[in-house]
């Protein structure tokens, strides 16, 4: 085996660990919006049961001052009865008391209804804010954790990246150069075994006998003929 090849390999174990950190540091962000979607969708229904109450109650104040409009015009025909001397007016005045009568029968029904659709509205809203609270607890201590793993990878991808400067110090150029362009090509690894059957563990084609015979020399780098990865004997 070159030399050369223990020296990438340590380097290609930083390299695997590094890419595998790279992609839970990707991921994680987007688990936290995921959790937070959950909270937000249980905020939503909570403002929307708000909302809902809101328009009720404002129902229910109308038909109170539509009720109160009514009783006030029944006190002003009463005493207009009161004071005519007109048989045929008292009696137009009191069909019209009786018309607003009616009306007002039908409108406490209405206010009683929107009452009794208040306190289920009430009872909605109650659920909908606890099924808030319990999913809060869950998505903040999930973003938490989620955070703190992805400080600790932060960490790791640092002190990685200093090991790795630091290795890359005596080797030869451009066999890093080699190295880091199948590297961005092909993700870790890129340093492979080939076995006694000739076999590139990378792409599992077969090589030629020559190449083997190269690899199992020693004295230079042999790429596989198939994907280019550097190949080194069992
Ligand atoms: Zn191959």
Redesign the pocket.
Known sequence: MPPDIVGLLTLQERDQRLQELRKELERIPREQDLARERLATRQQAVDEAKAVMQENEVAIKGVELDVGTRRESITRLRQQQFETRKNEEYKALGVKVSHYSDEIDGLETRELELMERGDQLRSSLTEAETNYSTTKGGVDEEVATLQKRADNFSRETNSLEDERKQLLVGMDDSMISIYERLLKLRGAPVV?QITGERQ??????K?TPTTMVQVQTGKELVN??????I?YPQ
């Open positions: 492979v590139c563990l990378g792409c599992h084609v090589a596989c003929e198939n994907c280019g990865r190949l």
